[in-house]
């Protein structure tokens, strides 16, 4: 079993429309939390960055982590054709024996249509 | 603010060759960390450089070997290539203590 689990996709949506995207973890030791898009044949652009249980609103964007159910969500309002990219969540156990090591999901492929 | 940059974009080679990466971190960015992403997977971590030493390494063989400079800029040395070592090198930079990794557009490996 993977530490992090993602699915893949892809997530087809028309402009407009509210997405959510979800990832759950086993590791109850992860404390940091991100998420990032990608857009194809790029480096991962950093979106959203949260630390423990809770939400967290940037924008149109939207963190949110249940420690409790090892499960985090990224909700996008009103998407665009732009947000169409691969949507990657992350986390880490960051401490003296952790120096903050990503463990990434697989990606969520996200396409939205004009 | 120049953001993290890395050379070369594109890099054929063939099996049993080497080859060496490089990375310059984000201004301010004193810790650097290297990541492997296959096609259609998310990024594996390799190891993380801080004060010129590996201070974490994650599952990869000793084929895999880095360094970092005192203008904390990196490299990452990969001998005895396989097939398998074809991928996206991503490079991530961070200030030490904070978790926040900001990645490079990386650099595309093929390996024939």
């Known amino acids: 079993q993977k530490e992090v689990e993602q699915d893949p996709g892809p997530l087809s949506v028309p402009e407009g429309a509210i997405v959510s995207l979800n990832c759950t973890y086993s590791?109850?030791?992860?404390?940091?939390f991100m998420w990032y898009r990608q857009y194809s044949r790029k480096g991962p652009e950093l979106l959203m960055y949260t630390y423990s249980s809770g939400n967290k609103e940037d924008g149109r964007f939207t963190a949110q982590v249940d420690k409790s159910s090892k499960y985090i969500s990224l909700f996008i309002r009103d998407s665009q054709p732009s947000d169409s990219a691969t949507y990657l969540c992350a986390m880490s156990a960051f401490g003296s024996s952790n120096t903050g090591k990503l463990i990434f999901g697989q990606g969520t492929t996200l396409q939205v249509k004009p | 603010d120049a953001g993290v940059t890395q050379s070369p974009t594109h890099l054929i080679k063939t099996r049993g060759q080497q080859v060496t990466l490089r990375c310059s971190p984000k201004s301010g960015h004193d810790t650097v960390s290297w990541y492997q992403q296959a096609l259609g997977q998310g990024p594996q971590f390799i190891f993380q450089y801080y004060e010129e030493e590996e201070r974490q390494r994650g599952n990869f063989p000793d084929r895999f070997s880095g360094h970092q400079f005192p203008n904390y800029s990196s490299e990452l040395n990969v001998n005895a290539l396989l097939l398998g070592d074809s991928a996206l090198y991503l490079c991530?930079?961070?200030?030490?203590?904070?978790?926040?990794?900001?990645f490079g557009p990386g650099t595309r490996l093929t390996v024939l």
């Open positions: 590791n109850s030791a992860f404390q940091y």
């Open positions: 991530a930079s961070s200030l030490a203590g904070v978790n926040e990794q900001f």
